[in-house]
């Protein structure tokens, strides 16, 4: 089977600007999450989707991310506008369910570099 | 403060040894999962731990999550270099779904 896709692979943007991840997961997965992976750290839960609902986006950083699901299958993650901060790998998992104990399948991440 | 606290935080070893790392937390979890990942890749699932006490083989790793189900460690008999990676546990706790993942083991084997 296909794995989750994502693109772009790498960004370098400045700062202020603006930014957009797209992601599709395997076909048929429910479960949709996007995470920031800084340097040196395990990977932070920004927002899960449930289908085209969000289950949980209680870490993601409304004033200037956001994040949708529209029909369900693939989604995109936009930042605007970009601090130095954001400087991360953004991963895109998706699970066939919904659960602790659901094995989640990642893409290889988009590399963002603020300038 | 993080839910999950993972030791060592590096380890760099020669091919052929054994290791062990670590995956602690005050809170009970209903299951833990262990990850691998590469550089440039996301993260790969490896195994899955339910039962406390529970203890499950993958080839040279073997993973056990603690009795009270707060811990869980990973040891890996004869290391590779292909072992080498970012071994990450995650979880979900107190009824959650919200999975949480630790900081990482980055381990690197020498030939």
Known sequence: EAGVAQSPRYKIIEKRQSVAFWCNPISGHATLYWYQQILGQGPKLLIQFQNNGVVDDSQLPKDRFSAERLKGVDSTLKIQPAKLEDSAVYLCASSLGYGANQPQHFGDGTRLSIL | ?111
Do not use: M
Not at chain 2, 50 to 56: F, I
Not at chain 2, 82 to 110: E, K, M, N, Q
């Open chain 2, 1 to 111: 403060t993080q839910l999950l606290e993972q030791s060592p935080q590096f380890l760099s070893i020669q091919e052929g040894e054994n290791l062990t790392v670590y995956c602690n937390s005050s809170s009970v979890f209903s299951s833990l999962q262990w990850y691998r990942q590469e550089p440039g890749e996301g993260p790969v699932l490896l195994v899955t731990v339910v039962t406390g006490g529970e203890v499950k083989k993958l080839k040279r790793l073997t993973f056990q999550f603690g009795d009270a189900r707060k811990d869980s460690s990973l040891h890996i008999t004869a290391a590779q270099p292909g072992d080498t990676g970012l071994y990450l546990c995650a979880g979900a706790s107190g009824g959650s779904y919200i999975p949480t993942f630790g900081r990482g083991t980055s381990l690197i084997v020498h030939p």
